[in-house]
């Protein structure tokens, strides 16, 4: 089955580097590869760098720059963006490429690829993006994150409304949360379900009692205890689903598209077959990182991902 996406603006193209640095996928994959075989920890990490990256502005690259005086209070100081990291290995592939082919491929595009190889390295589906998005031009702030990043207790009708900005229908919005296979979730962010009796009611009893004595109390005593998003949290497959179903979801959004009866039926589907949850995900993510990107004279190739030229 392929996977159908219109294209921003016809702007965007599979073969965009295919002359100005034919290198670039090569070298993002080999260096993406190489920290991940040292701290596993980093594939969950560039995808959700993407994630946090497209919802504020646009796929960008808005969230790599550095404060600037009075003048850009950078999105990583928002506090939804607690938990991103890995933005030092976006720009050591930046400053290899710059050597390779200087000028061509933008910090953008260079997220969006880092998140995909993630996504393959660690067992998920091989997906065919786009290129040429651009970076920004302008500093976001970490204001507008703290509005545009959904908070760690969404509900199923924020997450179908966010993920139709992007395009996507009802079974590419569940998809698209299925990244939630991959990484970890914070104490800090779980604590308010774990510890309300109306909430953590909707979970397994015995998972309930795992999670409490990870996050033993209601205010963390530090903001590095963490959970696994799921029982196979190092690999991207669909036990997400299976676990959801069985009342193991840390976060709100988990319990919820379980139990909605819009999309419980998606849930079930995607639990059942892990090659269609595969697919739709593709498709979905091509959506996520190819809509509302700048392209042409919208941006710009930034020299260096923390500064504007």
Known sequence: MGISVRIHKAQLAYDYYKFSCPLAESIVKTEI?????????????FVRLLFHDCQVQACDASILLYSHESTCKSEMESSRNFGVKRLEVINHIK???????????SCADIIALAAKESVFITGGPKIKIPFGRK???TCSSSQLADTKLPAA?????????ISKSFGMNLEESVAIIGAHTLGIGHCINIVDRLYNEKLSNQMNWSFKALLRLTCPT????????????????????NQYYKDILMG????GIDASISRDP????VVRRFAADQSYFFHVF??????????????DKEGEVRRQCYRIN
């Open 33 to 45: 590869l190489k920290t991940y075989l040292t701290d596993v920890s980093a594939a969950p990490a």
């Open 248 to 251: 193991k979801g840390s976060f």
């Open 95 to 105: 400053s290899i490429l710059e050597i390779t082919c200087p000028g061509q491929v």
């Open 262 to 265: 819009r999309t419980k039926p």
């Open 153 to 161: 207790g969404i509900a199923v009708d924020e997450l179908l409304r």
């Open 218 to 237: 209601k205010v963390p005593l530090t903001n590095l205890t963490f959970v696994p998003n799921d029982s196979t949290s190092l690999a991207f497959d």
């Open 135 to 137: 970076d920004s031009v």
């Open 282 to 295: 593709s498709s979905a993510f091509v959506k996520l990182s190819s809509t509302r990107v700048l392209t």
